[in-house]
């Protein structure tokens, strides 16, 4: 049977892959009076006095949403906030499985922006996070700017910054296997969507000075025409050289390309025309930019996707349950500083002398990883003013 | 140690009263390629195909919100949603272990009705039904007829109907007991809010023809002064003879009491000024309309209030789970027939032979009455066209 006949049967089955679940059983007249009425008024009053002590005495402190409108969807598009609910409850699955977090999925009938920020704002009370989700480019970095001025409660856009916090890491023990440095590596990123953006954004402040970002008419470059705020934001801090032209063009002596775009789009020639030592991270779900094989006959040195099926799965899974544990812990924002503290974190959680080209990242169910990232990201927190 | 010191020490220990709970775990890559991406597709494109498939694939089918913008919260007022958050947690842990539905609150950060009625629509395709709670008259008539008008799962407002539904079961039983009919009984409701107003009409609806709602003002007419529109319809539908005066000359002559009021309102002349069995229900909380030992002392026959440590407990918790339950699993919105189903059923639960002036209705932790209430209701659903 497949996989997509099997999981029909697997959600057919659950009717639903999470539940609510009662921390403290009420069976008899005291339990009720503890957690409701009357006794239910002293926390109720501890709050009045200070809305910080929502954090002793509610699920705020241990509990996020993941929010989406639906818009775009894993490679399925907008199919809106009703279809979109197996998959937001698949990330509070993962949320819970990995970090222990409590995460209740809120798909949003609207797409209108503002409505949806504005919805977010009035159901935030309840929540120590917000998980944005599948919500589509340039939407995305709107809704998240503004929701992150106005709440006092971290906002992470997960399709963004998971992506590109785990690709930050692959990269850096890449870089250790082929022994090249940061600053002379050209990094070709093609899709100038959430993730690319994000990803090219990350290397940038990491301290990568030649990153060049395509979409599907070629380079960003400085007066590029039709471009978003966010794009024309990056096509300034990327392509110091006003690069133009076709991913073709712009791929010859790169060293590192990372596909976020759209299937089989790379061939091997384009491959064959990167610098030695090539590394290539093709991620366009569930096909990806170049197969592996063919990307290592070409001439690549390492290969990742997004696939679970092939070395080297570049799988968000291994940064968002322990940035958000730990920034819903400490009650801040997760900052560029924080996702490239998580990114050298996750990096490091592979001792050197066990990287190899095929194993340049830890399987997302090696034990204590989200932890390991949440205790680190929390230490990097704790350093800051 | 006290109970609000002891609550106190229960919120605190426990951070929170419910959790997300997994209910097939993910342990492995199979398990998470079932559950998330890529086998999570095949039910997201069963729910584009048809939205209904929600229910098969999803939580919708057994989950609801509990939501409420802390504007009348018991007896504490309008504390704001941050405060109301235990309330709303206590109310979703009754829903799970009474009626082992799904319950998640949430605390809107606004009290504007519009934008309560907008933001619960935009909310709404993860929920199979919606408990509003704690919401202040008269905007919680308005915030309910408007959801029920525009979402296609069922909407309840607990403190009007769960109250209603729980007074009526409790006077079908006494009057069994003094033996009066229906249409002759003289019903004086104090109390022109939320509750007063529901049992009022439910009361109406049900066969009574001498109700009187009164408020602090004495007794609502046709022409009465400054009323909102509920109250209007109420002054137009009870008070046939359009009585005018405060309390202690409406409540003269009458048979049933029903407070929904103020502490120590009603004095032992009031009680004795009613006809022989009168019946009173003084529901103030914690501290009721008149203590029972004085009631009965002043010639009651029949004494209910809110608490728990007096005989006869007027517990909403007898009627909303096995409502809502029943409302959520045949999708149909809870009418003023289905609230007089439940509350017949609820009366019915207690054979007659083993009626009491000491017991009126059950209590809450006799085993299996929301399933019970659930099952009456959905088969009196199901008679409806």
Same mark, same amino acid.
Request: proline letters at 6%; aromatic letters at 6%.
């Given at each position: 049977m497949d996989i997509y006949k099997k999981s029909l049967e697997h959600h057919k089955k659950w009717q639903g892959k999470i539940s609510t679940h009662v921390k403290s059983t009420v069976q008899n007249k005291e339990d009720l009076s503890l957690a409701y009425t009357p006794g239910?008024?002293?926390?109720?009053?501890?709050?009045?006095?200070?809305?910080?002590?929502?954090?002793?005495?509610t699920i705020k402190g241990n509990t996020i949403a993941i929010v989406s409108d639906g818009s775009a969807v894993l490679g399925l598009g907008n199919i809106g906030?009703?279809?979109?609910?197996?998959?937001?409850?698949?990330?509070?699955?993962?949320?819970?499985?990995?970090?222990?977090?409590?995460?209740f999925p809120i798909c949003l009938d609207t797409q209108d922006s503002d409505e949806i920020i504005q919805t977010v704002i009035n159901i935030s009370p309840v929540f120590g996070g917000i998980n944005l989700e599948d919500i589509s480019a340039p939407r995305c970095f709107y809704i998240e700017k503004r929701l992150k001025e106005v709440l006092d409660i971290p906002v992470f856009h997960d399709d963004q910054h998971g992506t590109a916090v785990v690709v930050l890491a692959a990269i850096i023990n890449a870089l250790k296997l082929v022994d090249k440095p940061v600053k002379e590596c050209k990094v070709v990123i093609n899709g100038a969507g959430a993730a690319g953006i994000a990803i090219a954004k990350l290397l940038v402040g990491y301290g990568f000075e030649k990153v060049v970002l395509c979409d599907i008419n070629g380079a960003l470059y400085e007066?590029?025409?039709?471009?978003?705020?966010?794009?024309?934001?990056?096509?300034?801090?990327?392509?110091?050289?006003?690069?133009?032209?076709?991913?073709?063009?712009?791929?010859?002596?790169s060293d590192i390309f990372i596909g976020v775009s759209a299937p089989?789009?790379?061939?091997?020639?384009?491959?064959?025309?990167?610098?030695?030592?090539? =590394?290539?991270?093709?991620? !366009? %779900?569930? @096909?990806?930019?170049?197969?592996?094989?063919?990307?290592?006959?070409?001439?690549?040195?390492?290969?990742?996707?997004?696939?679970?099926?092939?070395?080297?799965?570049?799988?968000?899974?291994l940064a968002f349950p322990g940035i958000m544990k730990a920034a819903v812990e400490?009650?801040?924002?997760?900052?560029?500083?924080?996702?490239m503290k998580a990114a050298q974190a996750l990096a490091a959680f592979l001792p050197e002398d066990q990287l190899t080209v095929n194993k340049i990242l830890p399987y997302p169910f090696e034990?204590? =990883?989200?932890?390991?990232? !949440? %205790?680190? @990201?929390?230490?990097?927190?704790s350093l800051e003013i």
């Open positions: 239910v008024a002293a926390p109720c009053k501890e709050i009045v006095k200070n809305p910080d002590n929502l954090y002793d005495y906030p009703q279809a979109a609910l197996p998959v937001m409850e698949g990330k509070a699955v993962l949320f819970k499985e990995f970090a222990d977090l409590n995460a007066g590029t025409n039709n471009l978003n705020e966010e794009q024309i934001l990056m096509a300034k801090i990327t392509n110091p050289l006003n690069e133009k032209g076709d991913l073709r063009k712009i791929i010859v002596n089989d789009i790379v061939d091997e020639k384009m491959i064959s025309s990167m610098n030695r030592d090539a =590394i290539v991270f093709a991620m !366009a %779900n569930p @096909v990806p930019e170049i197969s592996p094989q063919k990307a290592l006959k070409a001439g690549a040195k390492i290969v990742g996707t997004g696939r679970s099926d092939f070395p080297n799965q570049v799988n968000n899974v400490v009650r801040k924002q997760i900052t560029d500083e924080v996702k034990k204590g =990883i989200a932890q390991y990232i !949440a %205790n680190e @990201v929390k230490a990097f927190f």
